[in-house]
């Protein structure tokens, strides 16, 4: 019986422990609350902020299990600005938004040769 208690004890902790890193950790600073939300294994899923609506603000940050980055872009009250990345495998998407609108899209690999002006 004293075993099946200490076992009980251990898987709690245990059950305990793996809950708490993949909770999303928030943050208030001033009007913004800084978000992180984790993966299963307890790897950063994405980062960024919301605004005092709740909606996404600023820049956000995408990350895979294996903690490599996705994706990172920039909202403002709620809606995609500006430059976004993206990486998948060997290549880097590059898409321009306007108020959440795709605008331009410029794909690269590792074959692509890039013109440097000195």
């Known amino acids: 019986m004293k075993k099946l208690i200490i076992l009980l004890i251990m ?10 890193i993949t909770e999303p950790k928030l943050e208030k600073k001033g009007d913004l609350t800084i978000a992180t939300y984790y993966h299963d294994n307890g790897e950063v899923q994405q980062k960024g902020a919301f605004n005092a609506d709740g909606k996404l603000q600023g820049e956000w940050t ?27 495998g060997d290549s880097l998407k590059e898409v321009d938004y306007i108020d959440s609108k795709i605008i331009t899209v410029n794909k690269w ?8 002006n000195k």
């Open 62 to 88: 995408s990350f895979d299990a294996d903690g490599n980055k996705i994706a990172v872009g920039t909202y403002e009250d709620g809606k995609k600005v500006g430059k976004w990345f993206f990486w998948e």
């Open 11 to 20: 898987l709690s902790v245990g059950f305990t422990y793996a809950q708490d």
């Open 109 to 116: 690999n590792n074959k692509t040769k890039v013109a440097i």
